[in-house]
């Protein structure tokens, strides 16, 4: 694992969001977190602010980042969480809107969101909803909530019932990106963030597909060039995707965003987010909505091949284990995914590696002989 | 009292509220509630619709309602909660998500407000945040729900330390007033409603604030004609203010609505929202801020007179009562109202019959005063 400590060059990367009044950049760059105390009060003008991490990122981002806010003369206290999904629920939200209103933050308030996932979800979720609808910022800390919490506005906490069933959609004032940060990431984390990169590449770019398989070593190693312009592409992607379709539309272009994620979503339901990281079960959603494009015959079985072998070559499962539940069990969650409408289910099936499209017409005995049939080691 | 039937005749009066892809119409008409079932057919085309009222409301609209859906091919439960502010808390919003997910709600799904502010405040919310957000429609059953709910997008519940402190703006898809209702409305609930009316007419109306002066006699007793034109004449002001600022943006005029809320807002705090109706503590405020006004020489004493007389009038209240909180408890709650931004007071004032500025430049001793010198009975 590289240091962690800080690199103070490299250019600034900048990606536009576009949404009309709801705009916003995404700034990348090393070094990046020690200067977001000047760049907030820059973009967002907040007259209070408050920081809002985990225990386990706090320690490490969360006082230099601190430390950034107060030399830029903004005043703002470091909220730490419980790390995990489980700072998601009802009783953590609940106990953020209490530390809000303690804090004594108006409309005029910003929420700074430092970590994962689930801190940007959860934290922007109260943004959302705090008096209305107050700023918030994001400084994701892991390479999967840069390349994809980081842009659309997706916000929520988890319902008993359905993870992220209860949120809104609400953009941020401005993402900062400290490639840095990547230095610490576990692993585990980092790959599981390349399932995403993955993503965009099958999704609708056949160039940027090549360049991760040209790239995926140095991405591997964490070569600073390499991952920011994986960022920095992925972001772009995503950015042009949710700009046309910013709430994903009846027959709006976001679904394609889902590639992968309706198997995926069913592994992570069944296991109740035990086991599979989101990128771990995405790769698997991804292989096997591969495998069901095949059996329909939209794409080549050179193409379904390529996906998987850049897949296991990132160090991503493309098999259930055999410890994982039943078929019918996992074909019955794909049901209660947010993405159903109505009762049917939807599928985001590849055509040709850069192509992809929405198909509701797939019986549902075709997609359970899919789960049925994906090899388990 | 007069009679609960539904009279079948009356034109429709519509006012469509601008807000580009979340323009909606508002449609008023006697007898509307049977019509609802193949209006919601039309303009929402929701696969699954739930009704959501309370218990005092339910036996007397609610099944009427489920009955008109019925006829109309739409598939919906009617859920009725417990009535009152109370229902606008943390825990009663938990059970109604858990309701929405145990009916297999998703998100081509619609919810209905069927009742007053509460329940439209409520359901709003909830509607704005399941699932990140599904239709929802509003059938206000209460003059002020009517003239003031119905209209802009505000959807919140209480949290303990702010009314309406935790909330969205999500616009509904229509709003459906069977102005039929009123007849079984309470008479405080009635005049409660008429001080949003006069409202409309200070901040931004002379003629129609005359011609409530005219018509108060028509409409306290609830002439259907008049308290239709009443009612379309304020939804269509605010319509007007709404398009324009549709989330209150700083500097914006959509801050006019909060005329006589400030201190409003104050009282209903103070007394933790006992004892005072909402459109009585705006009655009230209005009369303070007619007061504060005068003071500063904004407006004529005959004009402050003026609007004196039509709140008393309506059988509303301009004093405090003995039994009411200090003036320095008073005075200290306005700071605690969502409308203060970075700790500054703001007062909605009129400069005459028909117009209203906001001003960030009362001193805090003038305002005080004016808690201090309100009369009581």
New interface residues.
Partial sequence: MNSASHSDSGAARVVRVELGPRSYEIRIQPGLLLKVGQLLATTVKA?RVLVVTDRNIGPVHGRPLAKALQSAGISGDLIELPPGEGAKT?EVC?SL??IC?DQGL???SCLVALGGGVIGDLTGFVA??????IDFVQVPTTLLAMVDASVGG???ID?P??K??????HQPRAVFIDSDALKTLPDRDLKSGLAEVIKYGVIEDAAFFAWIEQNLAALLARDPEALSYAIEHSCRSKARIVGEDE?ESEGGNRALLNYGHTFGHAIEACLNYQGYLHGEAVAIGMALAGELALRRKLWKPEEAERVEKLILRAGLPTKLRLSDPAPELLHAATFSD?K????QLRFVLPTAIGKTAVFKDVPEAEALKVWQDVPRA
Avoid: E, P, Q, V
């Fill in positions: 007259r009802w609940k809107y209490d209103f108006d409309r005029s959302a909803t705090f008096m209305r609808g997706k916000t929520a319902h019932r359905s992220n069933g209860i949120g809104a959609f709430r947010k159903t409408r109505g009762g």
